[in-house]
């Protein structure tokens, strides 16, 4: 039984499919106007594990992650100043369409580097163009709109409920992100369809019926979420900032047009924070993932830094805090190198017997992991569990303990587990050994059968010059790269 916290109730409920075997999730997606940084990434994290903890469970899951390429504008103290993407094109002297197609490329590759699962879906913003004007009609024909000079507007005032979503105080919280407009009836109405202005000359324009110009941000995930998933679908998630306008807004539109709210449960990932400051473009303290990178991390760790933390819980991003993660991930593919590695040492004389402490010791993981998962979400739990489970069962593998059908049964619930963390599916080439690394050790063998081992030994600090470590357990020689 899955738990989800939701934030359209503020509880945590438990998941129940709207149609059986299946999740529909809509996850609000980047603005391809730059590199995202490594806070967005979080979002996506998030998404996946969400996604992964379904299929998981053997539920058919159908995601989209939108990519935003149009109408999403910067607010600076309440004045619009561009549209991100108009604005990035015209900075870096390129067209609209070399901004879309380089930044979205980006985003798919740190897709790719954190095993993110790419989603059923994609779509992009400036696709639907007709789906979001065919809402903004449906808004007018009801009576939630007006016309200003600027645009088309949502009248927030049309609808009670406006507001309720999050349980947020709008007048503190969402006053920030709003933009100031003298053509505006309330503070919370929002455009729905802007007028592009002459002196801007947009390179992404269209017709309308009510003049030519662009949508505005929040109409486009309503537009796509109701094609790609139908409505009402499971899940909407995004992340925490999201909760106050963007969410309020599609919810709004949703409601007048269809009399629904578009989803049953909405889960919303808290910023990661440098210093106490959320990490933004805008506050200059982002990093990318290229960034980290090129100062010698792997993608994984951060990924398990992220995962180390509940989604809900904010988390200050420190390099010591990433290299830490980097190490535990080390740690944790070393042991499962091992596994391998006595399963297949001990391959020809296998025992067949299980020790009961060993089966004791997987169910008592197999249970830690399912409840905390379950529950929310709790990959941190879940986590704290397979690291008390490793440091178990390192204790008898070091002691030569392990059988190979021991070895072969640990490393399985492992990576079955894993199929929710997603840290483990490269571990295998990252420590697969070079050929002439075989060969040197093969003769080394050799020589410590001989018991030659003043030479063994010089090998051995020859190849640690090289950065390869061996170790000589009982069960032959482990190598590893540092
Ligand atoms: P954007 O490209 O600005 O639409 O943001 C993409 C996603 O990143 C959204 O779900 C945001 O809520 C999320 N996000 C933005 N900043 C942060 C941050 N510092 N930490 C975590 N998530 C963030
Ligand atoms: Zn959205």
């Known amino acids: 039984m899955v738990y989800l916290y939701n934030t359209l109730t503020l509880t945590k409920e438990k998941f129940k499919p709207l149609v059986r075997g299946q999740v529909r999730i809509y996850s609000c997606g980047p603005t391809v106007y730059d590199f995202p940084h490594i806070g967005n990434m979080r979002a996506y994290v998030f998404s996946d594990v969400l996604r992964r903890l379904f299929e998981y469970h053997n539920y058919k899951v159908i995601q989209v992650i939108n990519i935003t390429d149009v109408g999403h504008l910067l607010v600076e103290d309440g004045n619009i100043s561009q549209d991100k993407i108009e604005n990035s094109a015209r900075i870096q002297r390129k067209t609209v369409k070399e901004i879309i197609d380089f930044y979205t490329k980006v985003f798919l590759r740190y897709l790719n580097l954190l095993q993110i699962k790419k989603p059923t879906y994609m779509p992009f913003a400036s696709q639907h163009i007709s789906e979001q004007i065919k809402i903004i009609q449906i808004l007018e024909k009801k009576g939630y709109t007006y016309l200003t000079d600027e645009g088309v507007y949502f009248d927030t ?15 503190k919280e969402g006053v920030s992100r709003l933009e100031k407009s003298s053509f505006k009836k309330n503070q919370f109405d929002f455009a729905l369809w802007r007028f592009s202005k002459p002196q801007e000359k947009r390179q992404q324009e269209w017709q309308s019926p009510w003049g030519i110009g662009f949508p505005g941000w929040h109409t486009e995930c309503l537009a796509m979420d109701k094609k790609y998933l139908g409505l009402p679908f499971d899940i909407h998630t995004g992340g925490v900032d999201h909760i106050s306008v963007h969410h309020q807004n599609e919810i709004a539109q949703a409601e007048s047009a269809f009399g629904v709210n578009p989803a049953r449960y909405w889960m919303h990932s808290e910023f990661v924070v440098v210093n106490e400051e959320k990490m933004s473009k805008s506050l200059k303290n982002f990093l990318t993932l290229d960034d980290i990178i090129k100062k010698g991390f ?3 760790s951060l990924r398990l830094l992220y995962l180390q933390a509940h989604y809900r819980q904010k988390i200050n991003f420190t390099f010591e805090a990433l290299k830490a993660a980097q190490n535990s991930l080390q740690n944790l593919y070393r042991f499962m190198k091992k596994l391998s590695f006595i399963g297949s040492f001990t391959k020809s004389k296998a025992e067949k017997q299980i020790d009961l402490g060993i089966k004791t010791a997987v169910s008592s993981y197999k249970n830690i992991f399912q409840k905390s998962i379950d529950d929310d979400l709790n990959t941190p739990k879940a986590l ?7 440091t178990e069962i390192e204790k008898k593998l070091t002691a030569g303990l392990l059988n190979f059908n021991e070895a072969k049964l640990i490393k399985g619930t492992i990576l079955k587990t894993d199929k929710v963390f997603g840290l483990f599916t490269k571990q295998e080439t990252i420590y697969s050994l070079p050929v002439e690394i075989e060969k040197i050790l093969s003769q080394r063998e050799k020589l410590r059968f001989a018991g030659n081992y003043e030479k063994a030994d010089k090998i051995r600090l020859k190849l640690l010059k090289q950065g390869w470590h061996i170790e000589d357990t009982k069960y032959g020689q482990f190598a590893y790269r540092s």
């Not at 704290?384 to 490793?390: E, M, P, R, S, V």
């Open 298 to 300: 792997e993608p994984l």
């Open 157 to 171: 005032s049309k609808l009670k409920i406006y507001g309720s979503f999050g349980g947020i105080d709008l007048t």
């Open 384 to 390: 704290a569990g397979l690291f008390d489970f490793i």
